[in-house]
């Protein structure tokens, strides 16, 4: 192989990362559509579902309206120019479909503590399946960090952080170590922190499966 190639083969790497992932996040939002108009949330059967999109959900919401807002007003503006005004029309429907979809990803894909374990998500990024035999523990504990990694060292192990607003407030530590898929990555971990809205139901859910 020549010298010359060789950035070309690195640069490439990161760019279908990329677009594998933008591929992930569209194909999701559209599912999440289809969830949500046939009132299909994802959850095991005899499980039961614990929301997550409290703390985010205003701001969700002025995004979506502003969204809207922006619609016809961006198209008033152009509206002499066709060759401009349909596209920005294009781009703006996506848009606005796009913020609709990410909320009802949330709405369409909770938490869920059933008989098999605990599955916790984090809309169409996340869903971590964790079964019984393999977990420890399951307490309350308030963790508020801006700017950290979604996986880091704990004392407890190798932790990764399903983190709402920057908060979570379950800890859930396992037996042994456990791979999942984060991204377009599988990564081995010992403990899931993440936030529930109803962290006293999600505790006693759990009490029924584990003393």
Do not use: C
């Not at 508020?144 to 709402?164: F, N």
Request: charged fraction near 25%; glycine fraction near 6%; avoid cysteine.
């Amino acid at each position: 192989m020549s010298v010359g190639t060789e950035p070309t083969t690195a640069r490439a790497h990161p760019v279908a990362r990329l677009a594998r992932a933008a591929w992930r996040a569209e194909v999701g939002i559209w599912q999440s559509l289809y969830r949500w108009a046939f009132r299909r949330p994802r959850v095991p059967a005899g499980a039961s579902a614990f929301s997550y999109h409290s703390p985010v959900l205003t701001i969700l919401v002025i995004f979506i309206v502003l969204s809207a807002v922006e619609l016809p007003i961006i198209d008033l503006i152009v509206h002499p120019w066709p060759w401009l005004r349909i596209p920005l029309l294009a781009l703006g429907i996506w848009g606005l479909t796009w913020m609709i979809g990410f909320l009802l990803g949330y709405l369409t894909r909770p938490h869920a503590v059933g008989p098999d374990g605990i599955r916790a998500r984090l809309g169409t990024d996340l869903d971590v399946d964790l079964r019984w035999d393999d977990i420890a523990s399951v307490e309350r504990s308030r963790d508020v960090t801006e700017k950290a990694p979604k996986v880091r060292d704990e004392p407890h192990g190798r932790t990764l952080a399903i983190r709402i607003a920057n908060e979570t407030n379950v800890l859930v530590v396992l037996e042994r170590p456990v791979r999942t898929r984060l991204g377009g990555d599988e990564v081995e971990i010992h403990a899931v922190r993440l936030w529930t809205d109803d962290l006293d139901g999600f505790l006693d859910a759990v009490r029924t499966h584990i003393p």
